[in-house]
């Protein structure tokens, strides 16, 4: 399976505010969708923190998809955690697609055991403010989603608000774009059968 490539990094991913539903609402349509497809997640945050695991576990029975995460708020930790490729940060900074993707990467790894590998990866990657990081203003943000020895990722979005508002925007949009990723691959296993 070829690696989809990451939205180039000059385009500004279009951001709709998600206004009628919750992060929980989200965060339970993902836990569902793979359970009923027995598969798994892993995450790799920075900026968010830990908030898209606390998402996912608020919801009952996630313990049966969701594998575990790092949060590799400081940059080495992504690096060594992770395994993002250290030449990409001295080149880019950790505010970058391709970041996000490798991060991604790096939690379906890292949270894999057993010989079981963990089906998806998620990773998040910006600036929740006040200060620009790596030239990159606050609000500045990339989602990665790692399946299968695929990746993709979204971004830079370019979230208004203070610091936690950018935080939760993060959260909301990277387990929306995970949702969209597990429907569609969905509607694909339908198409085929």
Do not use: C
């Not at 790092?70 to 395994?83: F, H, I």
């Not at 790692?146 to 508002?165: C, I, Y």
């Amino acid at each position: 399976m070829a690696t989809p490539t990451p939205t180039p990094t000059h385009q500004q991913t279009h951001y709709t505010p998600r206004n009628t539903e919750t992060v929980l609402d989200i965060a339970a349509d993902v836990i569902r969708l793979l359970r009923a497809a027995g598969e798994t997640v892993g995450v790799g945050e920075s900026l968010t923190a830990g908030g898209v695991m606390a998402a996912l576990t608020s919801v009952p029975g996630a313990s049966a998809a969701f594998r575990g995460g790092v949060v590799s708020y400081a940059t080495s930790l992504k690096r060594l955690l992770l395994g993002v490729d250290a030449a990409l940060i001295a080149r880019e900074g950790v505010v970058h697609s391709d970041v996000a993707a490798q991060m991604a990467e790096g939690a379906r790894r890292s949270t894999s055991f057993d010989g079981v590998a963990t089906t998806w990866g998620l990773g998040t990657t910006g600036v929740a403010g006040p200060d620009p990081q790596d030239g990159k203003p606050p609000g500045t943000v990339f989602v990665g989603i790692a399946h299968q020895g695929a990746s993709q990722a979204w971004g830079p979005f370019s979230f208004p608000g203070s610091r936690e508002r950018v935080r939760e925007a993060t959260v909301m949009e990277a387990l929306a774009r995970l949702r969209d990723a597990l429907v569609a691959r969905s509607v694909a296993i339908l198409e085929v059968a």
